[in-house]
């Protein structure tokens, strides 16, 4: 092998190395942006573990209001007929 050939080689594993550590940056820079995805993943599924949990007790607090509701309205309306039968049993109906 003469020196030509020798310097030709250098040269092509030069360019090679220098292929390789360009690709080695572009993996990098690869490897940080899965890193930020996966940190902004995490981010969003506890954004998303708090945003259930609150629904479930907006949801327990809805239930709540409509129970106290519905007693509510019961509660008028057997007040409602106990007066128009004590009303009747008085002969208020009588005109």
Known sequence: ???SQLHNTIT???VELGKLSTRLERLDEFTRRLD???RRLDDVEGAVTKAVE???S???R???IGKVGF???TAIGG???VFVVGFAMRGGFNI
């Open 1 to 3: 092998m003469d020196m």
């Open 12 to 14: 092509e594993i030069r």
């Open 36 to 38: 930020d995805l996966h």
């Open 54 to 56: 609150s629904t479930k």
């Open 58 to 60: 907006a949801h327990l």
């Open 62 to 64: 809805l239930n709540g």
């Open 71 to 73: 007693w509510l309205l």
């Open 79 to 81: 007040a409602a007929i």
